[in-house]
């Protein structure tokens, strides 16, 4: 009789389909009354008030709330209860399904971080990286007693020339792939051929012309550089591109980059013309050379090299139009050679940081992490490509460093007159006389080691684990001590021992040492090159622990000290393939010395016991004799006459000043071909 219009309207519903509250519809839900609450309020869920009782008398019907849940687009739940979710539960999210939710988020997130680790692990690491000549068919093109060296192909990939002193004299070959066949261009007739620091063999576009690198015999100044050409078949040598150190063409043979030998080498592009009249797009700075000029496949960009000869450079590349150059390397090591063999695969020739090699390298020019592609021994002296990259050719050297020793006469002595030494190592270099004995240096490995051989027997006085001894070592004036420089775990040492190898010890580990050390006469302190903002000078280096200080402000390495301790004279930098020798006195006031002008190659200077004459090589930068200047007068005296094989790298002068010890290097090398696979 008092049932409102609502409460009839619900009567004719099954009383068991009714929830009677808060709690019952939550529960039906699974939800909590908060919830449910918040629903009804904000998405319309159907729930019905007594209107007779206090507002918080509520009910609803399950059928009501399916179809709520129904038009809410969410799956409806069976009707059967007892195993099945109710409805309210499939048709809204539970707490384990937001927990569900949240957790699936989590995991997503955490998927998503670790897989964005991985893409920037495989990208810093390269892991999908391949190997350039992983699948190359290797063939020895020469097998010849002596040196092939300094190797060039054909842009077609058909012809391979190269330099080889295999009828005597170092003359320019030229080879066809795969014929067995050999031809000798120059017989003779061209000036100095052999300069390791640039590409000095080459190709003209069409492969009518084999190009050369040359230098006018005992040339000094920059102008005494050429490019010379040979025609491919045979014929006269001649002049191809006057007063050019090196060159490059672009791939369509329509514009020339190429560096001349002045200071600083600047780089100049010409278009078409063999010579640009415009000003170079690139110069080093002062000490430094920019070599192995290279354009990249699409003309976007010159690759050179850029750095202090020999063992501090690094690939740098530039626009054509010039602007700053852009570094690609981080080597610091002797890194030659470049070729492209796309627009991102750069390969190259590189030391490792301990010395070791050059080895064959390899990287993306955009992602710039290096690889090394060879292992073992074998040492890399030249690389070039054919203008597909499907094609290259490489030298391999094996050299060999033996000490000879030779009395001083009046006249030149002949190279016949020298006797090898008989080491226990087998072989030595950088030989240092001291009295009644010979230091030097030996190799065993990537390990370096300082050796000793007095009356007929060699005792090792200090080795280091991939310890490289760089610069010889040095004995005092009194000769109780030993100074010497070394390259170990990639930091540079300046040790100090007593003449037995007894008590070494630092004496420096703060300079980045250059070259070798010298003794003061006074024996308090050691004189040594150190770089500094990238060019090298002389410090003093205190032997009792106080600090280095700078004495020679300008460009200055491997000193020698007079015996009376007035002057040290040292080398400055290359200009070409040359360097001047200059002087200061101990209170680093100039020293006015005769004008002397050596090649590249020969930076040991020694005084005559006396100390009235400097002794020092000159000559081609892979062949040289000992000469003697009077410092007083200037007069110069030829003091032996070796034959061209005799290639001598270092030398010391007994304290007697009566015997000479020569350190030779001699080089078997052969060129490789490698043709690599069509991607």
Known sequence: ???????????????????????????????????????????????????????????????????????????????????????????????????????????GLVLAAL?????????????????????????????????????????????????????????????QAGSGEFHNLTRGSAPELVNPSVRTMGFSPDGSLVT????????????????????????????????????????????????????GDPLFVSDGSRRSEGPPIFTAPAGLHCHFPLWAPDSAYIYFVQGVLPDKLDIWRIRPAGGAPERITSHSGRV????????????????????????????????????????????????????????????????????WRLRLADSAAEASAATRISLTTGTGSSPRMGSGYLLYVSATGTSESIWKLANGTGTELWSGVGARVFGGPAISPDGR???????????????????????????????????????????????????????????????????PARFVQEYSVDPAWAPDGHFV?????DIGTTFSVKGVTSEAAQQRLPTLTLTRGARHLTFLPRGRALLFLQGEIQHKNLWLMDLESGAKRQLTNLAPDFDIRDFDISPDGREVVLERVQERSDVVLMDLPRP
């Open 212 to 263: 050369f690198w040359a230098r006018k015999q005992n040339g000094s100044s920059g102008g005494d550089i050429s490019i010379w050409a040979v025609p491919t078949l045979g014929g006269q040598p001649r002049p191809y591109l006057e007063g050019v150190a090196e060159f490059d063409w672009s791939h369509d043979g329509s514009r020339l980059v190429y560096h001349t030998p002045g200071p």
């Open 115 to 175: 897989t964005i680790g991985i893409i920037l692990w495989l990208q810093k690491t390269e892991y999908f990286w391949r190997n350039p000549i992983a699948a190359a068919r290797f063939q020895t093109v020469t097998d010849l007693d002596g040196v092939a060296q300094a190797a060039a192909v054909s842009r077609d990939g058909h012809f391979v020339a190269f330099l080889s002193d295999r009828d005597g004299q170092m003359d320019v070959w030229v080879t």
């Open 336 to 403: 030659t050679h470049p070729v492209l063999l796309d627009r991102h695969t750069l390969m190259y020739l590189a030391s490792d940081p301990d010395g070791s090699g050059p080895w064959l390298y390899s990287m993306d020019v955009e992602r710039r992490i290096p690889h090394r592609l060879t292992s073992g021994l074998d040492r890399y002296t030249s690389l070039a490509a054919s203008a597909d990259g499907r094609r290259l050719v490489v030298t391999q050297a094996s050299p060999r460093r033996t000490l």
């Open 1 to 107: 009789m008092g049932e409102t219009f609502q409460d009839a309207a619900s009567s004719a519903k099954p009383p068991e389909d009714r929830l009677d509250s808060w709690k019952e519809i939550a529960a039906y839900l699974n939800r909590d009354v908060t919830t449910v609450q918040r629903w009804e309020k904000r998405e319309g869920m159907p729930v019905h008030r007594h209107l007779h009782d206090k507002l918080g008398s509520v009910y609803a019907w399950r059928a009501e709330l399916d179809a709520w849940a129904r038009g809410r687009n969410l799956p409806a739940a069976p009707e059967n209860g007892d195993s099945a979710l109710s409805p309210g539960l499939a048709a809204l999210p539970t707490g384990s399904a937001i927990s569900t939710s949240k957790t699936r988020w989590t995991i």
């Open 569 to 573: 004279v040292y080398s400055g930098p």
């Open 481 to 547: 001590f030993i100074a010497f420089s070394v390259l170990q775990h990639e930091q540079k040492l300046l040790y100090v021992m007593q003449a037995d190898g007894t008590n070494a010890r630092i004496v420096t580990d703060s300079l980045d040492l250059q070259g070798g050390p010298a003794w003061a006469p006074d024996g308090q302190s050691i004189t040594s090159a150190a770089e500094e903002h990238g060019v090298p000078h002389l410090f003093r280096i205190p032997v009792d622990g106080r600090a």
